[in-house]
C-alpha cells in the first residue's frame, strides 16, 4: 500500500471511520496515513510562497510531543515519505501543539515546514543526533574550528520551493550546553546552527521564535531568491557568536520585519573566507533589508564581512532600528580577503545608546589559515548613507581603511548624532578614507569633505525579490 491515501474524497465515510479508528489504536502503520489535501483542512491559514496539494501531520508518523522522547527519525522519515510528492503538487508536514524533542533533519523540495503555534521543538543536546557535514567550500574549514561542521537542526541542500514557517511558534536551540564547551574550547568542528539552506531556489523562513541557537540563527548560503521575514530572535548578549541572519552568497534576498536580541551581529552578510571565498566566487549581491529591530551590545545591527571574499554588492537597508548596539552599520575586512564591497545603500535609519554609529574597519584578522595571499587587497567603495537620527552615542565614527588601498566613495548626508554624557573626545576617528557629507552633526573628519548640499543615492527601482508576493494557504490538525 501507497504512503499515503491520495484520493480520500473517493472513499466511503465509514471506510475512512475504521482507517481513523485504526490508526488511533495504532494496528494501522503510520506509513500508510492519508495525505490531506489543504483544500479540505481550512483550521490554519498562513502565507506561503506556495501552497501544497497533500499534507501530514508528525503524529502521523509516530511523533510524541513530550519534550523527552526523540522525534529525529520521525521527522527525518516523514518529510523521506512526503518528498514524493514534489512532482505532484509538493507535499505540508504540520507539526501539532506540543514538546518535539529533535536532532537535525533534512528538508525537501516543494515542501512546507508548518510549525504550529502550540507547538515548541527543542535541539537535542545528543550530539549523536547532528551528522557531521564537510567545511563549505567556500570557507575552507570549520568557522569555529579546522574541522568540519554539525549539521544545522533544520537543514536543507540542493532544494527548490522550501518554506518553514509557524504560528510565531518557537525553535528553542538549548544553546547553553554548546556555548559552555565552545569556551572551553571542546571541540574540533563548528557547532550547528537552527536553520541553514544551501544551493537552493525560492526559501522562504518566517513567522517563527528563534532562541538560544547554538551559533548562528538563520544561515542561507549558495542560495538565491530568498526571503526571510518575521522572525524573532532571542540569545543572551554574551552568548558567543548566535549571529541573528547571516546571507552568505546569496542572489536576490529579502530580509524584513524582524526582531533579533543577539550576542553577535543581527544581520551580517558574508561571501566566504580569503583564498576560498575568492576562488568560489559567489557574491552576495541584490539583498533587501528593511524594518528590522537590533539589540547587540557587543556587535553591529548590520555587519558586512568580515568573510567577503566572494563580494558583496547592491545591498540595500532601511528603516532600521539600533537600541543598545555597538554600532549601526560595521564593514569589516582585512589584507588577504579581495574581493569587494561596493553598491552599499542605508536610510532611515534610528539608533539609541550606540558605542558607534559609523564603524570600518580594514585590519580585520581572522584568517583560516596562513595560507592568505596578502596581496589580495578589498576593495570597498561606494558606501551611501542617509537620513539617520542617533541618540546617546559615544563616539560618531570609526573609519580605518587599508594603507595603500583606501576605503573610497563614501557619502553621508542628513544625519544627527546626539552624544552621551561622557564621549569620545574625538568624535570622527579617520584613516585611510575617501569621501563626502552633508548636512551631518557633529561636523565629519576632514578626508570625508564637506559638501552642500546633496543626499547619498538611494536606488529607486525594483529588485526582483520585492515582486515576490505570498499566498493564503491552509492546513488542519489530525485529531488523532
Known sequence: MEFCLKSRNNLHPHVIKILSTLLTLGLLSPQVAECRPTKNSPAIEFQALSCRKHSAVLTDFGGVGDGKTS???????????????????????????????????NLTSHFTLYIHKDALLLASQDESEWPLLPPLPSYG???????????????????????????????????????????????????????????????????????????????PVYSSNVLIQGLTIRAPIDSPNTDGINPDSCTNTRIEDNYIVSGDDCVAVKSGWDEYGIKVGMPTQ?????????????????????????????????????????????????????????????????????????????????????????????????????????DNVTQSAKLDGIRNDPFTGICISNVTISLTEKPK?????????????????????????????????????????????LNTCSASISKA
Open 71 to 105: 522525534n529525529t527519525k520521525v521527522f527525518n522519515t516523514a518529510i523521506s515519505n512526503l518528498s514524493k510528492y514534489a512532482a505532484d503538487g509538493g507535499a505540508q508536514l504540520i507539526v501539532p501543539p506540543g514538546k518535539w524533542l529533535t536532532g537535525s533533519f
Open 286 to 390: 541584490h539583498l533587501i533589508i528593511r524594518r528590522l529591530i537590533c539589540i547587540s551590545p557587543d556587535s553591529a545591527a548590520i555587519a558586512l564581512g568580515s568573510e567577503m571574499s566572494g563580494g558583496i554588492k547592491d545591498v540595500r537597508a532601511e528603516d532600521i532600528t539600533a537600541i543598545n548596539t555597538q554600532s549601526g552599520v560595521r564593514i569589516k575586512t582585512a589584507v588577504g580577503r579581495g574581493a569587494y564591497v561596493k553598491e552599499i545603500y542605508v536610510r532611515r535609519m534610528t539608533m539609541k545608546t550606540m558605542k558607534y554609529v559609523f564603524w570600518m574597519t580594514g585590519d580585520y584578522g581572522s584568517h583560516p589559515d596562513p595560507g592568505f595571499d596578502p596581496k589580495a587587497l578589498p576593495t570597498i567603495t561606494g558606501i551611501n548613507y542617509r537620513d539617520m537620527v542617533a
Open 141 to 219: 574549514r570549520g568557522r569555529d574550528e579546522p574541522g568540519g561542521r554539525f549539521s544545522s537542526l533544520i537543514f536543507g541542500t540542493n532544494l527548490t520551493d522550501v518554506v518553514v514557517t509557524g504560528g510565531n511558534a518557537t525553535i528553542n536551540g538549548q544553546g547553553e550546553p554548546w556555548w559552555i564547551k565552545y569556551r572551553k574550547k571542546q571541540f574540533n568542528v563548528t557547532r550547528p546552527y537552527l536553520i541553514e539552506v544551501m544551493f537552493s531556489d525560492k526559501v522562504q523562513i518566517s513567522n517563527l521564535t528563534l532562541i538560544d541557537s547554538p551559533s548562528w540563527n538563520v544561515h
Open 425 to 469: 573626545e574625538l568624535q570622527w576617528n579617520c584613516t585611510n578614507i575617501q569621501g563626502i557629507t552633508s548636512r551631518v552633526t557633529p561636523q565629519a573628519c576632514d578626508l570625508l569633505s564637506k559638501k552642500e548640499p546633496t543626499d547619498c543615492f538611494f536606488p529607486d527601482d525594483k529588485l526582483p525579490i520585492d515582486d515576490v508576493r
